[in-house]
């Protein structure tokens, strides 16, 4: 199962840092993708990162401003986000494919996924 953490209430301008975890298996064979959903609308794919970190992705909605990174020693992925906006608010989502040489930003491959951590950006 994968595990986001770091999302929380930010100002526009700011920075946050999220994290996707896995408890049960090793993230190293896998290419993970950040996603964002806001009600009403569909499940946007915002970055991702191939299974041995050689090949990234991003949206153009946060190309230049959303980082993305492994650290296979840690088990963990991270989302830098830094000049938030507040459309940037939303629930962000982890997910994993396994591997997968490069990556995409289609919600529709990924097999697991974790449970969502809140990002909201608001003064």
């Known amino acids: 199962q994968l595990v986001e953490s770091g999302g929380g209430l930010v100002q526009p301008g700011g920075s946050l840092t999220l994290s996707c975890t896995a408890s049960?298996?090793?993230?190293?064979?896998?290419?993970i993708g950040w996603f964002r959903q806001v009600p009403g609308k569909e499940r946007e794919g915002l970055s991702c990162?191939?299974?041995?970190?050689?090949?990234?992705d991003y949206a153009d909605s946060v190309k230049g401003r959303f980082t993305i990174s492994r650290d296979d020693a840690k088990n963990t992925v991270h989302l830098q986000m830094s000049s938030l906006k507040p459309e940037d608010t939303g629930v962000y989502y982890c997910?994993?494919?396994?591997?997968?040489?490069?990556?995409?930003?289609?919600?529709?491959?990924?097999?697991?996924w974790g449970q969502g951590t809140q990002v909201t950006v608001s003064l």
């Open positions: 997910a994993a494919k396994a591997y997968f040489r490069v990556c995409v930003l289609s919600h529709q491959i990924y097999e697991e």
């Open positions: 049960t298996f090793a993230l190293d064979r896998y290419a």
């Open positions: 990162i191939s299974t041995i970190g050689d090949y990234t």
